[in-house]
């Protein structure tokens, strides 16, 4: 069954950091691009970032451009998306998905496998 999981979500003050971990099961990710999203309430999803199968490419939304990192490590199936200096707009629901793309891109666009998310709360 091919599965993600994301951890690390929590509630952090304005100013604070988290770090998103996304893993797989089921398949390996060195074919997939992969992309965070976030959906906050009564808003619709948006992508936040993603990055190519090898992480060579890597996108950013413009809200978070220079605060928000993302990273993989395929030889331990994993994503990370590292946020710093958050801010309360920043509080949603992350989900991370797989995206069956060619190599050395991604565009938020052809996703497969979509993980069932973890809440991010940014509040003093």
């Known amino acids: 069954q091919l599965q993600l999981v994301e951890s690390g979500g929590g509630l952090v003050q304005p100013g604070g950091s988290l770090r998103l971990s996304c893993a797989a099961s089921g398949f390996t990710l060195d074919y997939y691009a992969i992309a965070w999203f976030r959906q906050a309430p009564g808003k619709e999803r948006e992508g936040v970032s993603c990055i190519s199968n090898s992480g060579g490419f890597t996108n950013y939304a413009d809200s978070v451009k220079g605060r928000f990192t993302i990273s993989r490590d395929n030889a331990k199936n994993m994503v990370y998306l590292q946020m710093n200096s958050l801010k309360p707009e920043d509080t949603a629901t992350y989900y991370c998905?797989?995206?069956?793309?060619?190599?050395?891109?991604?565009?938020?666009?052809?996703?497969?496998?979509w993980g069932q998310g973890t809440l991010v709360t940014v509040s003093s």
């Open positions: 998905a797989a995206e069956r793309i060619y190599p050395g891109v991604c565009e938020y666009r052809y996703l497969e496998v």
